[in-house]
């Protein structure tokens, strides 16, 4: 505690030194108003930090943000004299807490890139899997310089390259290959939310091919922790992307108990979110596929699984928990699981209005399925959900709003409860201020 205390009080101090300092104005990026770090000069003759007035561009921009005027060409270039005297001022007032600025590395040109992936392109029809894996690392080095460098890669085609590349070498052979494929996934990692889930039939295709998605599902058997992070995303992103992608994948009967295990032992955050987003794709498939990858699932005991990891959970992986449950109850080998279960109805009906939107659409959808589940159980799944406080929350979730869908079955389920309870005159008298307060 009184370490924590001095901390807190050194951290205060540097604030306050910080703030009494004047910075020269040369020294302000005319657009953030903070000290520059990477200062460049236009065609203007202005002068700004490197990341603002690239934005500034790529909003769509063509003038000076101080003189107005069009600028006769996006050059940046770099002004290594004003930099050096922000360091230097940088450096002789340090005891004020300024921190060091380091010089800025060179951005990547497109011109350089290019000239990368076509030489990756030819290491990977040659399955050179050291020169790819030198090259490889040479774009993972620019990326990680810089968001700028990123964009600049993506925007030349990087994600196509590595996606032909990953498939060829994995048909080649994971073993043997296990190197250069961990460093390719690793570099995808980042492009990924680069493209926004916009990857072009190219990419598609290769990443979706039946040997991309084995060697894939392999690194999730036998990889490190990395790797195994990796290849769950880029499978989350792949089944995102295409359903053709989805079928391809529950074809490869060992992912389902990969994926299980991750939900039952988890081993990162990261990991047991995507390994979820993959299964809700999975048993959300229209294709008659996702009926035997639903009672695999429920074979092997994800339904009760599930309710487990709802509970402790944190909210987004209880959100996404609650969505596959919902999938599941579409079966009747999933209702009947979730029937048995004694905490179905409490923990769906404890996360209705407590989680997300989308977790109270889930919660009421699977209610709703199970209401639905034989006449044998309709009473007993209705007459517990009442008892846990059902007909309170769904009342609620009607004043304050919901998707048609949601209306709809709410509705419905209030008036399957009427018969046990005193009629639905008694929503009148709900007194939604401590209603809503309660909840």
Known sequence: MVFSWRRKKAAREKLFKVQELVIPNQFLC??????????????????????????WLEGGNF???????????????PNHSLRKMIQDWGVANRNYGVERIPTPRVPVLGAQVSDVLFSLEDSKKRLNGAGCLELVQKIKK??????????????????SVFAAAFDSFA?????????????????????????????DAEARAHLGSQDSLRCLV??????????KQDSMIA????????????EALAAIEEVYEVLFRFIKDPICPAITKASLMVIFYLVSSPSSTSIKTRSAFVEMG????????????????SERALGVFDRLCDCEEGREEAYRNALTC?????KILRVSELATQSSVSAIWKLSKYGKKHEENVLVEALQVGLFQKLVLLLQLGCGDETKEKTTELLKLMSPYRDGLECIDSVDFKNLNRSF
């Open 142 to 159: 620019w990326g990680n310089e810089s968001e700028r460098n990123r964009r600049c890669i993506v925007a030349n085609g990087a994600i």
């Open 63 to 77: 003038t000076c943000p101080v003189t107005n005027q069009v600028l006769r060409s996006f050059d940046q270039i």
């Open 218 to 227: 392999w690194f999730l058997k036998s990889g490190d922790l990395s790797v």
């Open 302 to 317: 994800l339904v009760s699984l599930l309710l487990e990891v709802t509970i402790d959970s944190e909210r987004s992986t």
């Open 30 to 55: 005319p657009i953030s108003l903070d000290l520059m770090k990477d200062p460049v000069t236009l065609s203007s003759g202005i002068t700004y930090d490197r990341e603002s007035i690239e934005t």
């Open 235 to 246: 499978l989350r992103e792949i089944v995102s992307l295409d359903q053709k992608q989805v």
């Open 171 to 199: 048909r080649d052979s994971f073993e043997r290959n296990a190197n250069v494929l961990e460093e390719i996934l690793s570099a995808m990692n980042w492009m990924f939310p680069i493209f926004q889930h916009s990857l």
């Open 346 to 350: 409490p923990v769906l009906v404890k």
